[in-house]
């Protein structure tokens, strides 16, 4: 009985030395240390390499932010999951779904964008049918009705093509009924579907069709936060960037370190896969604007163009107030050199 | 694979001592794989379409971890939304079963509930419950839990009511027809539900998954179905398939232990 109670009290100095121990380290780091979380529009992969090298590189602990990158799904809409406060910071869909998502009203800021330029093409086989964009008419065409429909009928309008004239479908997950011909042409992101293709039809045997040649821009992958942490917190979410912007940089300094991050978080990624998408993501984020302003640069006329381009379709009912929607004080906090590659 | 489904094959053994019973069915899916893999090589089947098995066992064995700690992580989900949904289940009916007129309120909202696709439901729980383990046990729960409540009434219904009569005229309380005599005739009803809601709880599961996290069975499938890995599909496909055998088969010997006088078997 004593023996036992020896043994409790030795746990209870045990366990109260350990709280102590842990209270006395606990508030020097927890003091300016501020939770928040960051949700991708997608799975672990390297899209988002330069976000996960900063967490573990620790980058956004020194700036006294505990973050959780949650990752996205399908029907997952991170607008939606930001402006209702259950993340912090959210890697959305593009232009395109900030501006649906300030056309509803939801209290949401860009402030970043990641893609500068368009990220999907439409491709076609070089030997096929369709050789340039006016072949499109009367072909069948698979794409994403989530905005790249949209981008697709400027592109046919702009050679006087009327897109009722081609049979576009949606296009479902696999690219296989285009590499079985089924389909003349389909879209596919630099970073993700073209690798496929390119695996499988093999990359000098397509023609690719880029929106920029039709004076279409997209730009994708938007950083957003909402108009709540905009206004109380513009020192969380410039530290936030400062971080981010400083993972980025490594990972296109040490691809092979921000894949081999990328590959620890998820073992069953195609390394080859992840690597070709680093280096496109590379060149999407430090195409247009970028390349002169530096990373998540706000390209005020492409937004614009997207902007009109989704009002022109009736996808949103008048054209978004640009300013309000996109707000550049932020990222402009940091200088273009410490954000060029 | 060829491991998991053996255990799940031997549990009859320790139930019965048959061995032979149990070698059986382990030789007839080795023969039928044989036969798979020598006809996708004979027939030239392009791997998109399907991949050979032993290549989808080289897959697996490429990055046993990841494989591993998915089906770790779903079969907690599972589990905890399979073990909440069946006894919440098995809870409303018994509620349901003594009043009538709560049945006739909620019972039509039991039903409505599970007509909202699981996909829209989980959106909110994510909201709700962020990206935890809680939340794909929630969605589990929502879809096991109706099947248990519906064979658990219908096995109430199937009470005689003279036997309840008997029991009452020997002075036996509601608590006491219940346990002795309700729960028990409803036992054979309820293991054909359980293991209905095994199978829905780990779809359950899954499908929770594809709200965004970074462990389970249920990204590792999103992950190969939008890079077109096909073989990581069906590799995700097996390991999935052998959660789901070994579910069953728990639910199927506790109903061999417990529903022993049971004349399914």
Redesign the interface.
Known sequence: MLNRRNVLAAFAAAAIGLQGIGMGAAPAAAQDMVDASL??K????AQFAGFYVALEKGYYKEEGINLTI????????TE??VA?G?DTFGLSGGTDSVFAARDKGMPIVCIGVSHQVTPFVFVSHKDGPVQTVADFKGKKITTWFTGANHVLSAMLSKVGVDPKEADIQPQQ????PFVDRQVDVVTATRY?ELY?INQ?VGKDKLDLFVPEDSGVSFPRDTLIVSEQTAAEKPELIEKFLRASVKGWKDAFANEKEAIDIIMK??????RA?QEFMLTEVKTLMTAGKASTDGLFTIDKTAVGSANDLLAQYGVISKPVDLDAAFNASFIDTIPAEERRL | MTGVSTSAATLPVASTGRVHAAVKPVLWLALGLLAIEVLVMALEIRP?YLPRPSAIAANIMA?P???LAGLWRTFLETALGFVAGSLFGVLMAVIFHRWVTLRELFFPLFVVSQTIPV?AF??VV??WF??TLFAKAVISFYISFLPVTVNTLLGFSSVDPRQVQLMRSFGANDVQILRRLYLPAALPQLFVALKLASSLALVGAIVG??????TGLG??L????????VV?IWATIVVSACLGMGLYSLVSLAERKIVFWGGEQ
């Open positions: 949700r991708l997608w799975l672990t992969q949650n990752p996205g799904g399908p029907n997952l809409l939606n999951l209702t259950a997950v696999s690219v296989t993700n496929v499988r978080i998820s073992p069953t990624l195609d896969q | 998109y990055t971890g990841a494989y996909i989980g959106a994510v909201l962020g990206n998954e594809w709200f965004g996290d970074t990204v590792l999103l992950q190969a179905m939008y890079n077109e890995n990581g």
